[in-house]
């Protein structure tokens, strides 16, 4: 039986990547993606998620940018993804402390 707090969360293909470069208004790692997408998983705009790529996993913001394809995301500054890898998003849950289920997801 799923849990409440679980939900619908099928993985995005990263359709973009940006590199950003010293003296850029906007830097840092960051994770773009559609309205619709966002709200399928219930994501505010500029909330932290959990980037999990094929190689690693990252802490970044989600950014709401209807620009970006239905089922893509752009990527800004974050090492180890590449267009065309599938990277799926995780709220991190700030309230509560670590459980086996979210570590061993997160690895």
């Keep these: 039986m799923r849990r409440s707090t679980e ?5 995005l293909q990263v ?3 940006i590199g950003s470069r010293r003296g850029d208004a906007e830097r840092g790692p960051a994770i773009m993606l559609n309205r619709e997408e966002a709200q399928l998983r219930m994501l505010a705009d500029g909330e932290l998620v ?15 940018d ?6 893509g995301v752009v990527v800004r500054d ?14 991190p849950d700030m309230d509560r402390g670590p459980s086996p289920a979210r570590t061993e997801l997160l690895g």
């Design 7 to 11: 939900m619908y969360n099928p993985p």
């Design 15 to 17: 359709v973009g990547f």
């Design 50 to 64: 959990f980037i999990l790529g094929p190689t690693r996993k990252e802490l970044a913001p989600a950014l709401v």
């Design 66 to 71: 209807d620009e970006v394809p239905r089922g």
């Design 78 to 91: 974050i090492a180890g993804l590449m267009v065309t890898d599938v990277v799926k998003l995780v709220k």
